[in-house]
């Protein structure tokens, strides 16, 4: 399929789990992608791989507005942005008794700030053209309490929040706005958040009573593929009439 030739799309966070894997999948069908990362080794890991002309790696910290407000002018002015995928984020499993304020303001600074910096600079350049979509990847965590996740869980219902509002507000501009809410995932953030291996999966399967914690229904952990087939349709014209959207991706586990 080639559902975004001659598209322009930036993906933040896009040097591993989730990110690269939306950023491989964008390749193979046809982008132009921006690859945005504070990690210039996993970039040049990624870049090493794709071997893609179509790939544009840039070290980015989006926590800075200047620094993004430069990159995003940068490359609207050679390539007109269609698409932009706030993957980007940070969790520190920490209880809120023991989160230290630097904790917490690091994981807002990347979690919603960024992607508010990074959201403005690329819809008021798309709502000059009457198009685009955005596409925040958030989590299950943001509307679902967890325990030692206070901070990421704000964070996270924060940015699927401010995602909607900015659709809401361009959307008379031709701009669509969408939240992807994954559960487990197997990720580096994952192993980093429970560890690895068969057990660990089985674990988090079956679910944690003593957490408040339900199982998986579906019983498999999430692949990033999995996460990255759903975030390109929402970027899709096959999606043209889909905004505001909150779309968890998580087997089941946050069922209501």
Known sequence: MS???????????AAQGIGAAITRLLLQEGAEVFALDNNAQALA????????????????DITRAHEVESAIAAIDNHYPLDGLVNNAGVLIPKSIATTSAEEWQKTFEVNVHGTFFISQAVATRMAARGQGAIVTVASNAGS??????????????????????IGLEFAAQGIRCNVVSPGSTRTPMLANLAGEGTQTEQRIIAGAPAQYRLG????????????????AFLLSRDANHITL??????????FE
Do not use: W
Request: charged share 15%; proline share 5%.
């Open 45 to 60: 890991v990624l870049a090493d791989e794709q071997r893609s002309l179509k790939l544009h790696p840039k070290v980015v």
């Open 245 to 254: 959207q909150n779309l968890v991706v998580d087997g089941g586990a946050t």
């Open 3 to 13: 559902r975004f030739q001659h598209q322009s799309i930036v993906v933040t966070g």
């Open 144 to 165: 679902t309490p967890r325990v030692n996740m206070g901070a990421y869980c704000a964070s996270k219902a924060a940015a699927a929040m401010l995602t909607r509002c």
């Open 216 to 231: 998986i229904p579906l019983q498999k952990i999430a692949e990033p593929q999995d996460i990255a087939a759903v975030v």
